[in-house]
C-alpha cells in the first residue's frame, strides 16, 4: 500500500538475500502501483483495496498464470523481514522432513531474535515458543504452503479482508487430510505491534470468527464454538476495550454468513485437529 517504505526496502532486501532457493517473486499493489519493486519481480496494482487475503490471492494467481510451476508459495508482509539469508532453504528443508506437512511456519520474533508474544505461537500451549511441532493453525504474514495444497482448497477466503484467514485456510488444509509444522528453530522477524492498533481489529476478527465457524465446522460444533468465542470476547473487552465493535462484528458474521461458501470439515478432521491438541472449539 506504499504506506511504509523503509519496513518494505528492508523486507525486499531480506528476500533477496536468500540463498539455496529458486525465487520467483510477485510484489502486489493493494489499491495502489507499488513504489518499490526488485529488478525482475512480477507486480500487480490492483485498483482497489481488497484486504490482505485478497492481495495475495492475486499474487498467488499471477505466478500461476506467468510461468512454469512451483512447488512453493512463501507468502510475506512488507513489515517482516529474514534474519538470515538461508531462511527458505530450511523451511523447504523443514517441509521435505515432514511430506504431511501442507504448510510450515517459522518463529516469529521481534528484531531482538528472541521476544515471541503469545500471540504468534500458532499452538495453545505458548509456554515454550522455542519448541517444534505439529500445529492446526498459522501466522500468515510469514508461511510457506505447499502449492497444490494450497490451490486444492481455493487459497485465502478473499471475503475476510484482515484478521483469522489463516485459521481458515489450516482448518481447510486439515480437512484435506493435511497438517501443519512449526519449525521453531526457524526466525523470522516483525516489529513488536498488537492488532488492536488498526481501528477495525475488534470488529473484523469477530466477524471472521462467525465466518470461520460457518465455513469449516460441522453444524452441531458452530453454536458451542460461537458461544466459547464470544464469552471469551467478553472477558477480554475488560482489559483491552472494544466490545462494542466486537458485538457488531458478532452480529456482521452471522448476518453475513450465508455469503461464506459452506464446507464443513468431517468428524474425522474434528477428531484429528483435537488429537493435535486444538478441538475445533477453541
Given amino acids: 500500500m506504499n504506506d511504509r517504505p523503509d519496513q518494505e526496502r528492508a523486507a525486499q532486501g531480506t528476500l533477496l538475500a536468500q540463498r539455496g532457493v529458486d525465487l520467483r517473486i510477485c510484489v502486489v499493489g493493494n489499491g495502489c502501483v507499488p513504489d518499490i519493486v526488485p529488478a525482475g519481480a512480477h507486480t500487480v496494482a490492483l485498483a482497489e483495496n481488497l484486504g490482505i487475503p485478497g492481495g495475495r490471492n492475486v499474487g498467488a494467481q499471477a505466478f500461476a498464470e506467468s510461468g512454469g510451476p512451483s512447488e512453493y508459495l512463501f507468502f510475506l508482509d512488507n513489515d517482516a523481514t529474514f534474519p538470515r539469508a538461508d ?3 530450511r523451511l523447504v528443508a523443514e517441509a521435505e522432513r515432514h511430506p504431511r506437512a501442507a504448510y510450515v511456519q517459522p ?18 500451549r505458548t509456554v515454550d515458543p522455542g519448541r517444534p511441532g505439529t500445529v492446526t493453525t498459522m501466522a500468515e504474514g510469514v508461511v510457506l504452503v505447499r502449492r497444490r495444497a494450497f490451490d486444492a482448497v481455493g487459497g485465502w477466503a478473499d471475503g475476510f479482508f484482515l484478521y483469522h484467514e489463516g485459521l481458515d485456510l489450516a482448518q481447510r488444509l486439515w480437512d484435506r487430510g493435511d497438517t501443519g509444522w512449526y519449525a521453531a528453530e526457524v526466525r523470522m522477524h516483525h516489529p513488536l505491534t498488537v492488532p488492536s492498533r488498526h481501528a477495525l481489529f475488534h470488529r473484523l ?13 460441522p453444524a452441531l460444533l458452530i453454536p458451542p464454538y460461537l458461544l466459547v468465542w464470544s464469552a471469551a470476547t467478553l472477558i477480554r473487552s475488560v482489559r483491552t ?9 458478532l452480529r456482521e458474521g452471522w448476518a453475513g454468513r450465508h455469503a461464506q461458501v459452506r464446507r464443513p470439515m468431517s468428524w474425522h478432521s ?12 477453541l
Fill in 107 to 124: 518463529r516469529l520474533t521481534g528484531p531482538d531474535d528472541s521476544t515471541t508474544p503469545r500471540r504468534w505461537v500458532p499452538r495453545l
Fill in 205 to 217: 476478527a469477530a466477524r471472521n470468527r462467525v465466518w470461520v465457524a460457518y465455513r469449516n465446522l
Fill in 241 to 249: 476495550g472494544g466490545l462494542r465493535q466486537s458485538l457488531l462484528g
Fill in 87 to 89: 531462511v527458505l532453504a
Fill in 270 to 281: 474434528v477428531l484429528r485437529l483435537t488429537a493435535a491438541g486444538r478441538p475445533p472449539l
